[in-house]
């Protein structure tokens, strides 16, 4: 007696994440280990067209799907593994449904209001009919069950529908798949822990498989260099600002290692060098109250780990590929747009152009209030551009601040 078939599905629209292990991979092994179906599992590239990815970031995270999937294990001895858009049945079967599919049908099905709710302007036709493409893609292999959650049933009652129309129009082929009910932890957002962790709401809302363990458990460094009385003060705030702190005196051998080792840490002195990477120049006249708001900063930029993404409103900042996110649109930013709106962020009153001046510029002597200014407005019109939205950053007869 042949086994029943299992069909699922992940999209190659990002790294894989915890929450799409415990959800589904973890699930998808021990199915295929039970050794009871014939298991197919598919990169399912097709349905990622719906969405604003390049081709060549599609190659990649193909790629790199397949890859983790291997390593998360899912076993080519045991089960099909394949990408999508290499069966190019896949699509012509899909066609042959949305010929019998009512557009009624399609209307109901409640993915696709969260997915164009996501992403206002590119809501395409892909996304109303790919719940059909989702059909093709389970009964193609005349699947018998598909492991799902509660919030995929009715996708799966679809696949029942489009089966028995097919049926009673062409005669019996396709058989009456099965929901194989799974308990899916809902993993919640690291971000937002009242929604579920998805890689669609940008980085910073999930822990990666792929993450290293030092990655994850990342911790900011803060080297004092020749300040020992900065020293003192800044020990007795380290903790509360979750920082490890070191103090430096003398431009020797360990200091020196420990910048080869830690190239990301936060360097304070009074000795200016442009070779740190992160570099705060220290002097009689800087005030603690300035330096504490840089340092903070840096510590919001590093703060979820090499990633570094950061959750303002309904935008995210991946400040490691200086992008901005929102709705599955993404905007390139300069190093010092992110700064600029990192302070904005974390201030709790709107800000002058001096006080930019003074904070994200660093007191640069050569910079004009009125040249902030400028980068100010075309940071707002590029983010209008990307986004239409002009009231992200506004201006009032105080100053500037971001609407979260």
Same mark, same amino acid.
């Given at each position: 007696m042949?086994?029943?078939?299992?069909?699922?599905?992940? =999209?190659?629209?990002?790294?894989?994440?915890?929450?799409?292990?415990l959800?589904?991979?973890?699930?998808?092994?021990?199915? =295929?280990?039970?050794?009871?179906?014939?298991?197919?599992?598919?990169?399912?590239?097709?349905?990622?067209?719906?969405?604003?990815?390049?081709?060549?970031?599609?190659?990649?995270?193909?790629?790199?799907t397949?890859?983790?999937?291997?390593?998360?294990g899912?076993?080519?001895?045991?089960?099909?593994?394949?990408?999508?858009?290499?069966?190019?049945?896949?699509t012509?079967? $899909?066609?042959?449904?949305?010929?019998?599919?009512?557009?009624?049908?399609?209307?109901?099905?409640?993915?696709?209001?969260?997915?164009? $709710?996501?992403?206002?302007?590119?809501?395409?036709?892909?996304?109303?009919?790919?719940?059909?493409? =989702?059909?093709?893609?389970?009964?193609?292999?005349?699947?018998?069950?598909?492991?799902?959650?509660?919030?995929?049933?009715?996708?799966?009652?679809?696949?029942?529908?489009?089966?028995?129309?097919?049926?009673?129009?062409?005669?019996?082929?396709?058989?009456?798949?099965?929901v194989?009910?799974?308990?899916?932890?809902?993993?919640?957002?690291?971000?937002?822990?009242?929604?579920?962790?998805?890689?669609?709401?940008?980085?910073?809302?999930?822990?990666?498989? $792929?993450?290293?363990?030092?990655?994850?458990?990342?911790?900011?460094?803060?080297?004092i260099?020749?300040?020992?009385?900065?020293?003192?003060?800044?020990?007795?705030?380290?903790?509360?600002?979750?920082?490890?702190?070191?103090?430096?005196?003398?431009?020797?051998?360990?200091?020196?290692?420990?910048?080869?080792?830690?190239?990301?840490?936060?360097?304070?002195?009074?000795?200016?060098?442009?070779?740190?990477?992160?570099?705060i120049?220290?002097?009689?006249?800087?005030?603690?109250?300035?330096?504490?708001?840089?340092?903070?900063?840096?510590?919001?930029?590093?703060?979820?780990?090499?990633?570094?993404?950061?959750?303002?409103?309904?935008?995210?900042?991946?400040?490691?590929?200086?992008l901005?996110?929102?709705?599955n649109?993404?905007?390139?930013?300069?190093?010092?747009?992110?700064?600029?709106?990192?302070?904005?962020?974390?201030?709790?009153?709107?800000?002058?152009?001096?006080?930019?001046?003074?904070?994200?510029?660093?007191?640069?002597?050569?910079?004009?209030?009125?040249?902030?200014?400028?980068?100010?407005?075309?940071?707002?019109?590029?983010?209008?551009?990307?986004?239409?939205?002009?009231?992200?950053?506004?201006?009032?007869?105080?100053?500037?601040?971001?609407?979260?």
């Amino acid at each position: 007696m042949s086994k029943p078939i299992l069909f699922s599905g992940i =999209q190659p629209t990002g790294n894989l994440h915890i929450g799409n292990y415990l959800g589904a991979v973890k699930n998808w092994v021990t199915l =295929q280990n039970s050794g009871d179906y014939r298991c197919f599992f598919s990169v399912v590239d097709y349905h990622s067209l719906t969405g604003n990815m390049t081709a060549e970031e599609r190659k990649g995270q193909i790629t790199r799907t397949v890859i983790e999937l291997l390593a998360a294990g899912i076993d080519p001895e045991k089960s099909t593994l394949f990408v999508q858009s290499h069966v190019p049945e896949h699509t012509e079967l $899909a066609w042959v449904f949305n010929s019998l599919t009512p557009m009624a049908e399609l209307e109901r099905m409640t993915q696709y209001k969260d997915k164009s $709710a996501r992403q206002v302007k590119n809501i395409n036709a892909g996304l109303f009919t790919y719940p059909v493409l =989702q059909v093709a893609d389970v009964l193609l292999y005349h699947g018998t069950h598909v492991p799902v959650g509660e919030d995929q049933v009715q996708h799966i009652e679809l696949v029942r529908d489009v089966a028995r129309w097919f049926n009673n129009r062409y005669g019996e082929y396709f058989p009456e798949t099965n929901v194989l009910l799974t308990h899916i932890p809902r993993v919640k957002s690291l971000l937002e822990p009242t929604k579920k962790m998805s890689k669609s709401r940008g980085q910073g809302h999930v822990i990666e498989l $792929a993450d290293e363990p030092d990655i994850i458990m990342s911790k900011l460094n803060v080297a004092i260099f020749k300040l020992p009385a900065l020293y003192e003060i800044l020990i007795e705030i380290k903790s509360e600002l979750n920082f490890n702190l070191f103090n430096f005196t003398e431009n020797n051998e360990d200091f020196k290692n420990f910048i080869i080792k830690n190239p990301h840490s936060l360097v304070i002195s009074t000795e200016e060098n442009k070779s740190f990477k992160n570099f705060i120049y220290y002097n009689k006249t800087f005030k603690i109250k300035i330096l504490l708001q840089q340092i903070n900063i840096f510590l919001s930029k590093s703060n979820y780990g090499i990633k570094s993404n950061i959750s303002i409103g309904r935008y995210t900042i991946d400040t490691n590929s200086r992008l901005i996110i929102k709705d599955n649109l993404t905007l390139k930013l300069t190093e010092r747009e992110i700064d600029l709106l990192i302070y904005l962020k974390n201030s709790k009153e709107e800000k002058t152009s001096l006080d930019l001046q003074k904070n994200v510029w660093k007191h640069s002597k050569d910079l004009e209030t009125h040249t902030v200014e400028t980068h100010i407005y075309r940071l707002r019109k590029k983010i209008f551009d990307g986004f239409g939205d002009n009231e992200f950053i506004i201006n009032n007869k105080v100053g500037y601040k971001i609407l979260k």
